[in-house]
């Protein structure tokens, strides 16, 4: 590419040429978010009636309700582990059998899948309707189905999540090198053994990771799932909270605070401890005395078969505890009947489009918001812009309490201290998205080439003219990706917050199955699958362009 | 050529974490000079450039550049010192997502106060400049162009179009063609070179190559493990003789 030789120089002193650059997509989609972002967040504060006066007052309410709340009060020691327990056990049920019924969505619905062609679009609207309707809008549907306790809890955890194992895991399937697979079946095997004998060991790590990173979600989701009487200790916050005994209600946040903390921990400990190489791999020369037919036993496949078979009778004993007797699952049976065929047809009304709406704005506002609030303490607590490292320090364990606590519990909160409506749920979904939004750019803006900075140094600029020129540009693409991500998010929590009386659609989705106006709920449902799905799309395009 | 020096090192020394990088250098360049500085890996090559601009600061000895001490400067000071001081880094350090023309106007930020975000945010007159720059390396049809769609050796060629905004009365360049293609090193250190004999600028450029370190620089200074071990016209030198240099290095020190 070094065709032109700097000695041919253009007539450059008479007429430079263009100083100005064209107009770029790129440029127009990203002038088009900034306006849409401040667009939405000023009609939002509009819609609830967000002004510097009201959020004074709510300050005040809220600082008076932690007060009615202090001190906590704990229950006992074998209640408090009884219900952690029933928590863990319905998430691990539910991650479980998501992993277990994902493995085949993936399979089918991945690009490179050779099998019958017609199976494919089925499994990604199933991948797609999973992934959009949130765990708690599942879960009172179950809730109707099975009746009330952790069953019901498990299998909301398990269909949603479904969603999102087979959306990566079919990432993962549609990465791996076709070669290998296209080896395979020229020595005749058929689909499903080259998918479990040349894909699946390629996906397997992938596969751990997409798990174990669900099992985490799934147990912070699970916390809640009590609100709406699916089992777990969100059960006790609930019946606290409708006692209006606060003290107790302050004692069992504080557990799952604690909880969601140890999770945390524990998360970044096995992270390092799986992502760190290991030290010896097995060499190839055979150790002497062995059949040559005989694999043998050694430390390696001593751990994993001992992990294996560890993993499978914790996901069994869990499956028990759910309470699955035959008499129970039969009895669901009439309940599903009633269910599904009162659902067609679905019955759309200009209500439940409004509390859509109402939800939508909620998160797009809270998103906003959140992404400007997160921008600011990300820049405090990245290692590469912060001001006074202790200052991070400091930012950064604040952030990881405030992410412990459960968007519905703020939500419980906001809705005792300022009473129903949106405004409550705007506010629950601010902080969170503040503190997920400020992650996220925490971790990507150390991720930045440091080079660009340091040239820029060595120029002579200003501090915050290297950044302006040497970080900034680099992390638009991060910043828009993560904000929009973080929107995405918010939405889908917006839709569930309801059940806490905090505005949004979710609301309307309790009392339709409350009372058995099921063609109110398919409808509900086809509506927030619709809005998720779309705005993970538009999403994704201005993620694609901006990169 | 030769004029007060632009550049004096006088028994610099510079360790980190217990490891001596450099010891005892001393060197002079004079105005208008084309330094090659050779050396294997490890001589201690980046470290005696980035003393020069105060990126870092000598343990024992001093550094006067253009006149400055940097390690007395304060950092205002400093910062006006930098932007008389061009630098040219082995992997440029170019914003790749950015066009050419935005990071050759990036040259130009110790003149401006605020910071700066897209081409229009620079004053036209310095736009016109920088085209003019980009023209002098071959590059002004490219100024729209993203950096990180340009092929290395026009990286590096927008790198050097930078620091030709900065007005610079030295330039340093650490393995400024160590990343590229034959081709494209002859280009860019074509490209220096010219610059240094047009505008009497001095460079002072580290070289991993022999045979392009005698072919561009008006003078060798090779280092190894940390000491100065040769100084000498490049017009006297042998290939043969420079390679020795890492040969015996590479008994030595390996």
Not at chain 2, 58 to 65: F, I, W
Not at chain 2, 71 to 96: D, H, I, K, W, Y
Not at chain 2, 100 to 119: C, D, F, I, K, Q
Not at chain 2, 191 to 216: N, P, Y
Request: hydrophobic share 50%.
């Amino acid at each position: 590419m070094v065709s032109t030789t700097p000695a041919t120089r253009a007539p450059a002193a008479a007429d430079p040429g263009p100083l100005r650059p064209p107009w770029s997509a790129r440029a127009l989609i990203a002038a088009g978010l900034l306006v849409a972002a401040v667009a939405v967040t000023w009609l939002t504060f509009w819609w609830i009636g967000l002004s510097p006066a009201s959020l004074a007052a709510g300050l005040d309410d809220t600082v008076r309700l932690l007060r009615r709340m202090w001190p906590p009060d704990l229950p006992g020691a074998g209640d408090v582990a009884s219900m952690i327990a029933e928590t863990l056990l319905i998430a691990v049920a539910g991650t479980g059998l998501a992993a277990l019924a994902s493995v085949p969505l993936a399979f089918v619905a991945a690009r490179t899948h050779k099998g019958p062609r017609w199976l494919r679009p089925p499994a990604r609207v199933v991948v797609v309707l999973t992934r959009a309707v949130p765990t708690l809008a599942f879960a009172i549907l179950f809730v109707r189905i099975f009746g009330l306790g952790p069953l019901a809890g498990a299998l909301a955890v398990a269909v949603h999540s479904v969603g999102m194992i087979a959306k990566l895991l079919t990432d993962a399937v549609e990465e791996t090198d076709p070669v290998p697979a296209e080896a395979a079946r020229a020595c005749g095997a058929g689909e499903v053994q080259v998918a479990v004998s040349t894909v699946l060991p390629r996906v397997f790590p992938a596969l751990t990771g997409i798990v174990l990173y669900r099992l985490d979600i799934n147990i912070r989701a699970s916390a809640v799932l009590g609100v709406v009487g699916a089992g777990g200790i969100g059960v006790a916050l609930q019946t606290a909270l409708g006692s209006l005994n606060y003290h107790r209600a302050a004692g069992i946040i504080c557990v799952i605070v604690v909880l969601v903390l140890l999770l945390e921990l524990l998360s970044v400990v096995v992270r390092r401890t799986v992502l760190r190489p290991t030290a010896h791999r097995r060499t190839a020369a055979l150790p002497a005395g062995r059949a040559r037919h005989d694999v043998g036993w050694d430390r390696g496949r001593v751990l994993r078969v001992a992990g294996a078979v560890a993993t499978g009778a914790v996901f069994l004993v869990s499956l028990w505890s759910l309470d699955p007797d035959p008499g129970r699952l039969s009895g669901a049976w009439p309940n599903l009947r009633a269910v599904l065929s009162g659902m067609w047809p679905p019955a759309f009304s200009g209500e439940l489009l409004m509390a859509v709406l109402e939800s939508l704005l909620m998160a797009l506002g809270a998103a906003a918001a959140g992404a400007a609030c997160g921008l600011v303490l990300a820049l405090l607590t990245a290692v590469n812009t912060t001001p006074w490292r202790p200052l991070s320090a400091v930012v950064r364990v604040l952030l990881v309490v405030v992410r412990g606590i459960p968007d519905l519990v703020y939500a419980l909160l906001f809705v005792a201290a300022l009473g129903l409506g949106p405004y409550a749920g705007f506010l629950a979904l601010w902080i969170s998205s503040t503190a997920l939004a400020a992650k996220f750019f925490a971790d990507s803006l150390e991720q930045l080439d440091p080079l660009p900075h340091e040239a820029l140094t060595s120029v002579g600029a200003r501090q915050w003219q290297a950044f302006a020129a040497g970080i900034w540009p680099q992390f638009v693409p991060s910043f828009t990706g993560n904000g929009l991500f973080v929107a995405d998010l918010a939405l889908r929590e917006s839709v569930v917050l309801g059940i806490a009386g905090a505005g949004g659609v979710g609301y309307l989705m309790q009392e339709s199955i409350a009372t058995l106006r099921y063609d109110t709920t398919a409808a509900i449902v086809i509506a927030i699958a619709v809005v998720v799905y779309a705005i993970e799309t538009l999403a994704r395009i201005a993620r694609r362009h901006l990169l | 050529m030769i004029g007060t020096p632009v550049l004096r090192l006088s028994e610099v020394g510079k360790g980190f974490h217990g490891t001596t990088v450099l010891d005892g250098v001393s060197l002079d360049v004079p105005q208008g000079q084309f330094v090659a500085l050779v050396g294997p890996s490890g001589a201690g090559k980046s470290t005696l450039l980035r003393l020069v601009n105060g990126m870092h600061l000598p343990d024992s000895g001093t550094v006067r550049t253009l006149g400055e001490n940097p390690a007395a400067c304060s950092r205002s000071r400093l910062r006006a010192l930098r932007a008389r001081v061009g630098f040219v880094f082995q992997q440029f350090g170019l914003v790749g997502r950015l066009s050419a023309l935005e990071n050759v106007l990036m040259g130009s930020l110790a003149t401006l106060r605020l910071p700066r975000y897209g081409v229009m945010s620079y004053p036209r007159a310095l736009r016109i400049r920088a085209v003019e720059h980009l023209d002098r390396v071959g590059l002004a049809d490219r100024r729209f162009q993203r950096c990180d769609t340009l092929s290395g050796g026009q990286q590096q060629r927008v790198a050097v179009a930078r620091t030709l905004l900065q007005s610079p009365e030295l330039i340093l360049a650490d393995e400024p063609v160590a990343s590229l293609d034959p081709a494209a090193s002859t280009l860019v250190l074509d490209i220096l070179k010219r610059i240094s004999a047009e505008d009497g600028i001095s460079v002072v450029c580290s070289l991993h190559q022999v045979e392009l370190a005698l072919a561009t620089a008006d003078r060798i200074v090779a280092l190894r493990g940390g000491r100065l071990v040769l100084d000498e016209p490049a017009a006297g030198l042998t290939a043969e003789r420079l390679r020795e240099i890492y040969d015996t290095a590479g008994a030595r020190d390996g």
